[in-house]
């Protein structure tokens, strides 16, 4: 009778695609396939990336913008629309690109916040400030380093993976990980003091 050899558990496991990986580079595929046709000059194809990241943008937007978030949603899509024919594939994911855009949309409309309109007369009284654990949170979100605060923004508010968001900033799994957890564990202290 032939002996078997018990497996190796200790033995590293092979590279084996798994379903979700699969099932990523397929959208991936897909999102690629649409930039393409969009940038061909099919409507229905950048329709179809706006129904994609439409609802990421939008989080990103409203967490820090609160009020106009639909509105930076739309210049985002605008200027991506322009800046289509330009888009060139760096291997990171087309979500990545859309980021860099609302964060410079968001940046404007921070500027163009910050400026103000005289008034000919004060509001009488003392005005009474509503905390909202939203704003708190937006605020915690802005106070962190720059890296730690794109982890987050990607990952939660984006909806990307990890791998998406190593991609798009050019780091291992393992480092956005770390900055991840280091991101929740500041967010957590600040909101606690508040």
Not at 2 to 25: G, Y
Not at 55 to 71: C, I, K, Q, S
Not at 109 to 125: M, S
């Amino acid at each position: 009778m032939p002996t078997t050899e018990p497996p190796n558990i200790s033995a590293p496991i092979p590279d084996v695609p798994t379903e979700t990986d699969e099932a990523e580079v397929r959208t991936l595929d897909l999102v690629q396939r649409l930039v393409e046709r969009a940038r061909e000059g099919g409507g229905d194809a950048f329709g179809d990336l706006y129904r994609r990241y439409h609802a990421p943008l939008f989080r990103l937007a409203r967490a820090h913008l609160g009020e106009g978030a639909e509105d930076a949603v739309a210049e985002t899509f605008l200027r991506a629309w322009k800046g289509l024919p330009g888009y060139k594939d760096t291997g990171a994911p087309f979500l990545a690109w859309l980021y860099g855009i609302a964060r410079h949309v968001i940046a404007d409309e921070f500027r163009r916040r910050a400026r103000f309109e005289p008034r000919a007369e004060l509001p009488e009284g003392l005005v009474e400030w509503k905390v909202d654990d939203e704003l708190a949170l937006a605020a915690a979100i802005r106070e962190l380093p720059n890296e730690q605060r794109q982890v987050i923004e990607l990952k939660f508010l984006m909806g990307a993976t990890n791998a998406q968001v190593a991609t798009a900033l050019g780091k291992s799994e393992g480092a956005v990980n770390a900055k991840q957890w280091r991101a929740l564990g500041a967010l957590r202290k600040m909101l606690e003091e508040t």
